[in-house]
């Protein structure tokens, strides 16, 4: 075991980072891709890999961001969507005390591990569902596969009306599949920002500092392997709703979904989601990842629902049953009848302590250490 910054990896190391990862459906996402490390590494500090050998070759990668001396997150926690260990047998013959205690970590917390992470299962609090929509034999048939698995199309065909209603209101409605322009992004960003305001959630964007540049610098990179895509819904000239997302080859993932509130009674955010599945086996795309989460758009339109798991692991087995009891009585309070009230003085208060924490730093745009996790869709 060898723990590096990225750019201390070889180019041989990289390589097989990379056939690891594409050997493996389970390993498919974007945030398990080398470039996904790299581009992190560039903005935001103390993001590391632990590099497995066998016999002297690299046979697997876990990539970890030390938040604080033995302390650890998966690097860009708070956009990230899957978690893991990048490996052919994701873990087979790793024993988890002593991975941790060679990586120089006392714990490693994680939100959203992905399904067949062996390794980690027994650290998990919950699980909790991402859901996703598989179209990899176009949209008919992904219709099908929801009304196979018991869930109904009505909102489906209901936002092919509203669309309808919308065109005859305000003009022709045309999806941009993949359009390259920061000024959509920071369009986007603002609706996403309002969102969060409205729905007594931490702004992103300040616990992240370093996200808004993530974005711009994904967006600029080339090739199916890694990079941004922003997807955007357009009547006439006037853009009305835009997915950001990242993509690996066949599976786009999900970041920020975000629309105009002026036209929010046509569903834009729901129009542009199934305007994108009719178009992703155009552009190469089978999957299309919605992030953990239950709201409305995401139930309306999975046809798949894979599991993520939310856990700590840790060298300490005491130290681990503190925090699993600690996050269950959280998790209860938060979906206890107080949960909302809760919620919404705790999100005043992340607010405020936002607000003190921008006039001592001022306007700068240093690439902080991760401080907070939101969400990333």
């Not at 997807?231 to 066949?250: E, H, I, K, M, Y």
């Amino acid at each position: 075991m060898e723990v590096r910054s990225f750019d201390q990896l070889g180019p041989g190391e990289i390589e097989e980072w990379k056939r690891v990862q594409e050997r493996s459906a389970a390993l498919e996402s974007p945030f398990f891709r080398p470039e996904y490390i790299a581009l992190l590494s560039e903005i935001s500090p103390n993001i590391q890999v632990g590099v497995i050998r066998e016999k002297e070759a690299p046979v697997g990668f876990f990539p970890f961001h030390e938040i604080r001396a033995g302390v650890a997150v998966p690097p860009g926690d708070c956009l990230s969507g899957l978690h893991g260990l990048i490996a052919a047998e994701r873990g087979a013959g790793v024993d988890p005390g002593e991975l941790l205690e060679r990586l120089g970590l006392h714990s490693w917390s994680f939100s959203h591990l992905a399904p067949g992470q062996a390794l980690f299962e027994p650290f998990v609090f919950e699980y909790q569902e991402s859901p996703s929509l598989v179209v990899d034999e176009g949209f008919d048939a992904y219709l099908e596969r929801r009304s196979d698995r018991g869930h109904t199309n009505r909102n489906i065909l209901n936002a092919e009306r509203k669309a309808r209603s919308l065109a005859r209101r305000e003009g022709r409605i045309r999806l941009e599949m993949d359009i390259r322009d920061p000024e959509l992004v920071a369009r986007l960003v603002s609706w996403k920002r309002l969102q969060m305001k409205l729905t007594h959630r931490r702004d992103l964007f300040i616990g992240c500092p370093w996200a808004r540049s993530f974005l711009d610098r994904s967006l600029a990179l080339k090739g199916d392997d890694f990079r941004g895509q922003l997807s955007t819904l357009f009547v006439d000239d006037r853009p009305v709703a835009a997915l950001f997302g990242l993509r690996s080859r066949r599976v786009l993932h999900g970041l920020f979904l975000g629309f105009d509130r002026e036209l929010a009674r046509f569903s834009p955010g729901i129009l542009l989601l199934v305007e994108i599945a009719r178009r992703m086996n155009e552009v190469g795309l089978t999957q299309l990842n919605l992030g953990k989460g239950s709201e409305f758009y995401k139930q309306t339109l999975k046809s798949d629902s894979p599991v993520v798991g939310v856990g700590r692991w840790s060298r300490s087995p005491l130290i681990g049953r503190l925090h699993r009891g600690r996050y269950r009585m959280r998790v209860g309070l938060a979906r206890s009848a107080a949960g909302p009230a809760l919620r919404g003085a705790w999100g005043g208060l992340q607010r405020t302590a936002d607000r003190l924490l921008r006039r001592s730093e001022g306007a700068s745009s240093v690439a902080w250490p991760i401080k907070a996790r939101g969400e990333g869709n």
